[in-house]
């Protein structure tokens, strides 16, 4: 019988750009080395990655709606 070979998964690896089996042989995967891998670690322990987020003033309240809306303080003031 002749049976098709199993296709390697190839994908991009997000370190360098280049070919990497994406596939339980590649102990590094989606990376395609272990450089690669340690790559991304080092920049996430250096903060490299982040989310761009405006912080609030630590005078301004935040979290909770009630406290900000001045519609739904008077409410709870006439109580």
Do not use: H
């Amino acid at each position: 019988m002749n049976e098709a070979p199993l296709s390697v998964k190839l994908v991009v690896c997000p370190a360098c750009g280049g070919p990497s089996v994406y596939a339980s042989s590649n102990l590094f995967r989606p990376f395609c080395s272990e450089r690669c891998k340690s790559i991304d670690l080092g920049a996430w322990a250096n903060e490299d990655f982040r989310l761009s987020a405006e912080t609030p003033l630590d005078d301004e309240v935040y979290g909770d709606p009630k406290s900000s809306d001045p519609k739904l303080q008077q409410g709870f003031s006439s109580r």
